[in-house]
């Protein structure tokens, strides 16, 4: 059983940065693949990035691409996403999951752990 709390988000104007943390507790998160997911209200929960286990690989959705950046700290056992350059339509609740192995799913339905998430909301 894998324990995954995010932290980092709040209100920021748009240009403005946020960095996102996902702490994992019960397991090591050398043995899974890391994504985030956001979800807008009134709006499907959609795909942000994924960081394979060992960090050496990440992938992002295009509409973040340049401005998002994941990585991992395995010795906090934590991931975190920062995000620069944010736009209105950054908004939403930022969810981190763990799916076991190797790869970068982007189906959720890959993923077997879940955070409570945090909210981001960036004002133009």
């Known amino acids: 059983q894998v324990q995954l709390v995010e932290s980092g988000g709040g209100l920021v104007q748009a240009g403005g940065s946020l960095r996102l943390s996902c702490a994992a507790s019960?397991?090591?998160?050398?043995?899974?693949?890391l994504g985030w997911f956001r979800q807008a209200p009134g709006k499907e929960r959609e795909f942000v990035a994924a960081?394979?286990?060992?960090?050496?690989?990440?992938y992002y959705t295009n509409s973040v691409k340049g401005r998002f950046t994941a990585s991992r700290d395995s010795a906090k056992n934590t991931v975190n996403l920062q995000m620069n350059s944010l736009k209105p339509e950054d908004t939403a609740n930022y969810y981190c999951?763990?799916?076991?192995?190797?790869?970068?799913?982007?189906?959720?339905?890959?993923?077997?752990?879940w955070g409570q998430g945090t909210q981001v909301t960036v004002s133009s």
């Open positions: 999951a763990a799916a076991p192995g190797a790869g970068l799913p982007m189906n959720a339905d890959e993923y077997y752990y």
């Open positions: 019960g397991r090591t998160l050398s043995n899974y693949a």
């Open positions: 960081i394979s286990r060992y960090g050496s690989s990440t």
